[in-house]
Structures are given as structure tokens and as C-alpha cells.
């Protein structure tokens, strides 16, 4: 499974979990919500219960001693005094009852305590609809024998019930009792303080008016509530007693929103977390689309590309250079010097190469190698070495850049060989005017040694001879051998085109080599020669083919200061060797007349000459010889008078 939709399955897991934890806790807290109000629910009807029974046990009690008061009022002489006395007594134990009234059996009123006139009771004073229902109440009092109780009904003080007792002595009707109560004065009386502490208890009429409430607060806000009929007095009234809200429940309250800003911190870490989850996803695919992009790039590249710690360590290469050199990735990554592509002919240098490229010792101009194939072939690399800097600036390495020059090197080898092969070609054709020559200059020696030859022979044959005479002439004869010798050794060479074959040499041993052999010649022109050595470096060449360069460099200078217009004093042949990076620069400076510019143009052509017996052809192998070695032959013009021929070849890089 990719990382993205791994990411996403894990997210949209993640978000199930969280939503799942949410439905749980809602569902946990809906039960315990639940089971909590049930509790609270039995509790308030065991409360309301006892209050009812509370209640009724006060108002029976009451009417107990109501019902006492008017047994004994009949059989008693001071009536009056009984009544003030008992009446006195249940006004003070009840705060409930605010007034009672004796009324006589015509329904006059004889004692009313306290002594205020209330608007209901008394005919007088009473308006029209009282007086008809007193006078109701009193009758339907008288006629049942028992209490009776009124409705409420509303005063200034509060809502208020009576009830009403008949009297009745020596078998006769003589009056009725009638006790006012308040409903404010129930509920203040008989609520104790922990039950309106926990609960708001009302009484309600039949149509649900509040008539007296006892409460902690005003507008509480309750939950659940529970209701019983207020009776006595009945006609529909209701006890009824709500639970405060939040009653005792503020842990649960402080644990409920614990749990929901903790839920709340989770989803929002959630979505902090989707958002970074994404911008990670959006990351790596950008990182994934490079990528591809670079090893398309790397892949479609015919350059090989190569990478190398500090040690020389291969860390890094890619397919074309892996194509190169045919052995595989995991073969080459961790592979150390000497690596198991270098051409073991060539493992010397490229071990000074690759030494110099470690030791930052390398220019950027790249450099040219002989690698070999796992086959065994060999191929022909230029190569480009940079230091890898990683992202804190600091070289973890070498990145280098590797071309396969082998084609385009057979190529210039088969253009330099069918060049060579012209120019053999021309100088075979050349050979019949060579041949002229060559016999003319073997003609002398030939002569020499055919005189010396018969000079001996005529001595030994005369007798008259001593030794001394005889070594003379033999030894004559040997030096005009070996000057026949030399000149068609000379010519051999000329023809001849032997293959290079180019090693490492110090650059002094060539220089003093060619003077060498150009000093006789020099000496005879009375020419001195100057050597100048400011470096001596070592570089990849072919000894022969440079000394011949050189000589031939030396001997155009001494030609041309050997002319009769050259003074003696400026025939000087100045060999000047100098360091100039990494390529070596060779001058041959001499004080000649210099060459003139119709001259300049035709230099490098095949046989140009302006000398009577020169071939025309040094200088255009020279330079094909020198560019051969990657280096580089060209004309300078000597402010001294003269010409400078100047000369520079890549040096092998000094570990
Ligand atoms: P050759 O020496 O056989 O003539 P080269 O190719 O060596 O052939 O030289 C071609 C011509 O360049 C020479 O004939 C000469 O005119 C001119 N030349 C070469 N070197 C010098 C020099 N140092 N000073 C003046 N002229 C030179």
C-alpha cells in the first residue's frame, strides 16, 4: 500500500475512533444522567410523601383540637372564657391558622380572635357573593355534623381556606367553629429548611394558580417534579415539589465539561494533525515527483555521472556509467582505489590522477583516461571532476561527469593515421628527389671509405707500412661509416612511422637530450645555447617523438642564426622550460631573422621550405606530434629580434 493512502486509511480510522469515543460518552452520560434523575425521582416521592403525611398530621391535629374546643364550648358555663383560652393557645402553636371564629346557630358571630374583622367572615361587612357562601358553608357545616372546608380563595395577605366545625350540645345544633388558614402559613410552618433548601414546594388550585410557595430562590429552575392532592381542604388542590436544577451535581457538571474540551482538544489536535498529515503527504509527493524526475534524467543521461566520498569512496553511479564500464551498481557503490575498471597498463597514472582529484588537486578543465570494460575492452573517458558540497556547504566529496571518447578517438586516431600515411605517402613520393640527395650525401662517405679502403690495401700490399698509419686510416674510414650510416638512419626515420608509445618522463631528460644532439651542429654555427629550467615536471609523452620535436625546433633556430646577416654576439639558441598550471611551456627563442609574415601563413603546410635543401616537412609533424600529446605548438615573435617557437603540454599532476 502506498504512504498516502496508508495515511488516509489511518485517518479516516482515526477519525471513526474519535467519533465513536464521542457517541460513547454522550451515551455514558445520558445513562448516568438517567440513573441519576431516577434516584433523584424516588427520593423526591419518599420527601413529598413524608411531607404530605406531615402536613396532614399538623392539619388533623389541628382539627383535633378544634374538635375539642367545640365538644367542651356546649357543657361549659364561662363559654367565653374557654374560647379565648383554647383559641389563644392554637393561634400560638399554629402559625398556620390566622384567625378563629365562634359563630352562634343563627350565624351571628360571638368571639373572633385576633379581634380583626376579616372580609370573609361575619355577615357584616361582607359583600353579597361571601355573605351567600359563608352562609353555605355554615349550612352545609350544620347539616353534614362534620368539618367542612372552603375552596381558596385570595386576600391581600395570601391565598387562604377555612374550615368549618358545627357545635353541637344537648342534642341540638348551637353554632360552628371556623378556622382561617393560610397556605403560605402551611408551607412556612411545616417545610422544614432542608427540604426548601432542595426542593421548591408550591400549592397549586385546581387550575394550576399558584396559591403559596416555599422556595429557596425565586424562578428556580427545577427538572423533575412530583405532586399530591392537598386534602384536606381537596377541591383539586395539589401539593407539588420540583427538584432544583444543578442541585449537587457540580462535579459532574466540572467532570461533563472536562470531558468535552478534552474530546474538544482531541478533534482540534485531530485537524492540526490532518493538516499536517497532508502538507507531509503533499511533501513526499513533491519529493517522490523529483524523484522520478531526476532518475528519468539520470537514466536518460549518455553521460556517465559518478559520486565519491573524501576517501575516494564510490557512493554514487548511475546506469550510463555503469553501461560504460559494464560492471553493475552494487558491484561499484563502496568500492575503493584501485577500481576494478582501471586499464591495468594505465594504473599508474590513473592512480596520480585520481590521488591528485582527492587532493583537490585537480583543475576543472577535465582530464582524459583509458578505463577498461569487465569484458577486458578498453575505452577512452573524459572525465570532469567537481566537489560535491552537500545541503550545510560543507564537500562530503566528488561528483564527476564521464564521457566515452572512445569513438570519437578512433576517429581522430584514424584521421591522424590516414594523415601519417599521406604524409608517408608524400615523402615517398618526395623520395625520388630524396634519392638525388641521399646519393650525393652518400657519395662523399662512400668515396672516403672506398679511398681509405684502398689506401690500406695498397699499403699492406706495398709491405711498407706501420700500424699507427693503418689505425689512422681504418679509423677514418670507421667515422665516414658511421656518417653514411647516419644519414640513411636519418632518412629510415624520416620514412618510417612507428606507433607511439607514451610513458611517463621528466621533461629536463628530453630538453638535454635534444641539445645533445644538436650541439655539434650548434658548435660548427657558433651558436651557444642557453638552457633556462624554471621547472622540471613529469609528463605522459612519447621520448622519442619529443626529442625529435625539440631537435627540430633547435636545429630551424640554428639554421636560421647561422645566416651571414646573424652577428656572432646574437647567436644565441635560448631554451626556456616554465610551469603555467598544469601544462608546461617550452620556448625556443632564438635571434635569427625572425620569419616574415608572407612566410607565417604557409609555415604548417606540407612541404614548405625556404631553405635549398630543406624537406618542408618538420614543422607540420611537430605540431601533429605535439597536438597528439594534447598539447598545443605555435609562433611567437621575439621583441629581441627572432623568432620564439613556444610549446605546451599537459603535465602528470604532483601528488
Ligand atoms: P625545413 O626546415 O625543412 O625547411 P620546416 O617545416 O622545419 O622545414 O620549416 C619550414 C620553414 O619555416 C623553414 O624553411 C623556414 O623558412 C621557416 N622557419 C622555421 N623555423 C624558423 C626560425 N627559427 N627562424 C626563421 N625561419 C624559420
Same mark, same amino acid.
Given at each position: 500500500m502506498s504512504a498516502l493512502k496508508w495515511s488516509n486509511s489511518y485517518l479516516i480510522a482515526l477519525k471513526l475512533a474519535v467519533g465513536l469515543l464521542l457517541v460513547l460518552l454522550l451515551v455514558l452520560f445520558w445513562v448516568l444522567r438517567q440513573n441519576e434523575m431516577e434516584e433523584q425521582r424516588s427520593t423526591l416521592i419518599a420527601d413529598v410523601l413524608w411531607l404530605e403525611q406531615n402536613i396532614n398530621f399538623h392539619l388533623e391535629g389541628g382539627a383535633e383540637n378544634f374538635q375539642q374546643l367545640a365538644h367542651d364550648l356546649p357543657r361549659e358555663a364561662n363559654k367565653q372564657a374557654l374560647f379565648r383560652l383554647r383559641a389563644e393557645y392554637l393561634l400560638k402553636n399554629n402559625p398556620d391558622i390566622l384567625q378563629i371564629v365562634w359563630i352562634?346557630?343563627?350565624?351571628? @358571630?360571638?368571639?373572633?380572635?385576633?379581634?380583626?374583622?376579616?372580609?370573609?367572615?361575619?355577615?357584616?361587612?361582607?359583600?353579597?357573593?361571601? *355573605?351567600?357562601?359563608?352562609?353555605?358553608?355554615?349550612?352545609?357545616?350544620?347539616?353534614?355534623?362534620?368539618?367542612?372546608?372552603?375552596?381558596?380563595?385570595?386576600?391581600?395577605?395570601?391565598?387562604? !381556606?377555612?374550615?368549618?366545625?358545627?357545635?353541637?350540645?344537648?342534642?341540638?345544633?348551637?353554632?360552628?367553629?371556623?378556622?382561617?388558614?393560610? !397556605?403560605?402559613?402551611?408551607?412556612?410552618?411545616?417545610?422544614?429548611?432542608?427540604?426548601?433548601?432542595?426542593?421548591?414546594? =408550591?400549592?397549586?388550585?385546581?387550575?394550576? #394558580?399558584?396559591?403559596?410557595?416555599?422556595?429557596?430562590?425565586?424562578? *428556580?429552575?427545577?427538572?423533575?417534579?412530583?405532586?399530591?392532592? !392537598?386534602?384536606?381542604?381537596?377541591?383539586?388542590?395539589?401539593?407539588?415539589?420540583? @427538584?432544583?436544577?444543578?442541585?449537587?451535581?457540580?462535579?459532574? #457538571?466540572?467532570?461533563?465539561?472536562?470531558?468535552?474540551?478534552? *474530546?474538544? *482538544?482531541?478533534?482540534?489536535?485531530?485537524? @492540526?494533525?490532518?493538516?499536517?498529515?497532508?502538507?507531509?503527504?503533499?511533501?513526499?509527493?513533491?519529493?517522490?515527483?523529483?524523484?522520478?524526475?531526476?532518475?528519468?534524467?539520470?537514466?536518460?543521461?549518455?553521460?556517465?555521472? =559518478?559520486?565519491?566520498?573524501?576517501?575516494?569512496?564510490?557512493?554514487?553511479? #548511475?546506469?550510463?556509467?555503469?553501461?560504460?564500464?559494464?560492471?553493475?551498481?552494487?558491484?561499484?557503490?563502496?568500492?575503493?582505489?584501485?577500481?576494478?575498471?582501471?586499464?591495468?597498463?594505465?594504473?599508474?597514472?590513473?592512480?596520480?590522477? #585520481?590521488?591528485?582529484?582527492?587532493?583537490?588537486?585537480?583543475?576543472?578543465?577535465?582530464?582524459?583516461?583509458?578505463?577498461?570494460?569487465?569484458?577486458?575492452?578498453?575505452?577512452?573517458?573524459?572525465?570532469?571532476?567537481?566537489?560535491?558540497?552537500?545541503?550545510?556547504?560543507?564537500?562530503s566529496g566528488w561528483m564527476a561527469s564521464v564521457v566515452d571518447v572512445t569513438a570519437r578517438k578512433r576517429m581522430e586516431d584514424l584521421a591522424r593515421r590516414q594523415q601519417e600515411k599521406l604524409q608517408a605517402t608524400a615523402r615517398l613520393v618526395s623520395m625520388g628527389e630524396l634519392a638525388s640527395t641521399l646519393a650525393h650525401e652518400l657519395n662523399q662517405p662512400l668515396a672516403a671509405i672506398t679511398s681509405y679502403a684502398t689506401g690500406c690495401l695498397n699499403k699492406l700490399e706495398s709491405g711498407k707500412f706501420s700500424a699507427d698509419e693503418l689505425q689512422t686510416a681504418l679509423t677514418r674510414l670507421g667515422v665516414q661509416a658511421q656518417r653514411a650510416g647516419r644519414i640513411i638512419r636519418h632518412v629510415h626515420d624520416f620514412v618510417r612511422k612507428s606507433e607511439p608509445r607514451l610513458v611517463p618522463c621528466r621533461l629536463i631528460e628530453l630538453v638535454d637530450g635534444s641539445i645533445g644532439l644538436i650541439e655539434p651542429a650548434a658548435k660548427l654555427a657558433h651558436v651557444r645555447i642557453e638552457r633556462e629550467i624554471l621547472a622540471n615536471p613529469e609528463l605522459m609523452g612519447d621520448r622519442i617523438q619529443i626529442e625529435q620535436v625539440l631537435l627540430n625546433l633547435m636545429r630551424n633556430a640554428v639554421e636560421a642564426m647561422s645566416a651571414a646577416s646573424v652577428s656572432s654576439k646574437r647567436r644565441r639558441l635560448t631554451i626556456r622550460v616554465c610551469l603555467l598550471e598544469d601544462q608546461v611551456q617550452i620556448y625556443v627563442i632564438d635571434r635569427g631573422p625572425g620569419i616574415p609574415g608572407d612566410v607565417l601563413d604557409k609555415l604548417f603546410t606540407p612541404f614548405f621550405s625556404t631553405k635549398a635543401d630543406g624537406m618542408g616537412m618538420g614543422l607540420k609533424i611537430c605540431r601533429s606530434i605535439i597536438e597528439f600529446h594534447r598539447g598545443r605548438l605555435w609562433i611567437e615573435e621575439n621583441p629581441e629580434g627572432g623568432a620564439i617557437l613556444a610549446i605546451s603540454l599537459p603535465v602528470i599532476p604532483s601528488s
Open positions: 352562634d346557630d343563627t350565624a351571628r @358571630v360571638r368571639e373572633t380572635l385576633p379581634a380583626r374583622a376579616l372580609a370573609r367572615l361575619g355577615a357584616d361587612g361582607m359583600d353579597g357573593m361571601d *355573605a351567600a357562601l359563608f352562609r353555605q358553608n355554615v349550612n352545609m357545616a350544620h347539616k353534614l355534623g362534620k368539618i367542612v372546608y372552603t375552596d381558596a380563595y385570595s386576600t391581600p395577605e395570601g391565598a387562604q !381556606f377555612e374550615m368549618y366545625l358545627p357545635i353541637f350540645g344537648d342534642g341540638r345544633y348551637q353554632g360552628a367553629l371556623i378556622g382561617v388558614f393560610s !397556605f403560605s402559613g402551611v408551607l412556612k410552618n411545616l417545610v422544614p429548611w432542608w427540604f426548601a433548601e432542595k426542593y421548591q414546594v =408550591r400549592i397549586l388550585d385546581g387550575e394550576g #394558580n399558584l396559591l403559596a410557595s416555599k422556595s429557596r430562590v425565586s424562578n *428556580a429552575d427545577t427538572t423533575i417534579n412530583y405532586a399530591v392532592p !392537598f386534602d384536606p381542604p381537596g377541591f383539586g388542590m395539589v401539593l407539588r415539589v420540583d @427538584v432544583y436544577r444543578g442541585h449537587g451535581n457540580f462535579t459532574r #457538571n466540572l467532570l461533563t465539561a472536562s470531558v468535552i474540551a478534552l *474530546a474538544g *482538544a482531541v478533534l482540534l489536535s485531530l485537524w @492540526v494533525m490532518r493538516g499536517h498529515i497532508r502538507r507531509r503527504i503533499a511533501a513526499e509527493q513533491a519529493q517522490r515527483s523529483e524523484h522520478a524526475f531526476r532518475k528519468a534524467m539520470e537514466d536518460s543521461l549518455t553521460v556517465g555521472m =559518478r559520486a565519491r566520498d573524501l576517501a575516494g569512496k564510490i557512493t554514487y553511479v #548511475n546506469p550510463a556509467f555503469c553501461q560504460m564500464v559494464g560492471f553493475g551498481e552494487s558491484e561499484l557503490i563502496g568500492a575503493s582505489p584501485p577500481m576494478p575498471y582501471w586499464a591495468p597498463e594505465e594504473i599508474e597514472r590513473t592512480r596520480a590522477i #585520481n590521488d591528485a582529484v582527492i587532493g583537490g588537486r585537480m583543475s576543472r578543465e577535465g582530464f582524459e583516461l583509458r578505463l577498461m570494460h569487465k569484458d577486458g575492452g578498453r575505452l577512452d573517458a573524459l572525465i570532469y571532476e567537481a566537489p560535491l558540497v552537500g545541503a550545510d556547504g560543507r564537500q
